[in-house]
């Protein structure tokens, strides 16, 4: 019972931020034309398309998450999501979050991978529905699926500007 207990507390933590920010991009003070510009700024083009693709993927793998449906598929999201983030936003601002490092997205994506690894636990919907979503199989796979979704988007998408200096956005 207490590992159901802390499963849950994991699961609606993670899955409600991520929810948050999903929603913040879509209809947030800037809505998806401040997410766009934010993601023409990074180097996503076209940063139209990422603005959605990452709002929209946000949200749903918070809410899988958070209900523990389908969680190796949510935790597959959620390192996906934070790898970009990391190679993009992140990059080269060294570990803590205060200066813009990869501290945050590092955890957020790390605590994935221990969900997909431990379950989701019994006050789940994968369990009420008989899915089998836990073991170190499937958190090999939210590693490496989400490694190569977000190495497959920034392969495809990636195109930071340069500026006169020689140096990338």
Request: proline letters at 2%.
């Amino acid at each position: 019972m207490a590992h159901d207990l802390g499963m849950l507390v994991i699961r609606l933590a993670l899955g409600l931020m991520l929810v948050a920010h999903g929603a913040n991009k879509a209809f947030g003070s800037g809505g998806l034309t401040g997410a766009t510009a934010w993601f023409a700024s990074l180097g996503l083009r076209p940063a139209w398309l990422h603005a959605r693709l990452a709002a929209g993927t946000e949200i749903v793998a918070g809410v899988l998450l958070g209900f523990g449906l389908l969680t190796g598929a949510a935790c597959t999201a959620f390192v996906g999501l934070m790898l970009v983030a990391a190679l993009t936003d992140h990059r080269g601002k060294g570990y803590f979050v205060f200066k813009g490092g990869c501290e945050y997205v590092l955890l957020v994506g790390l605590v994935a991978v221990g969900v997909a690894s431990v379950g989701p636990g019994a006050w789940s919907l994968d369990n009420v529905l008989g899915l089998d979503s836990a073991g170190v199989w499937w958190s090999a796979g939210a590693v490496v699926a989400g490694t190569g979704a977000a190495l497959g988007l920034l392969a495809t998408f990636y195109r930071p500007s340069v500026g006169a200096d020689g140096q990338t956005d």
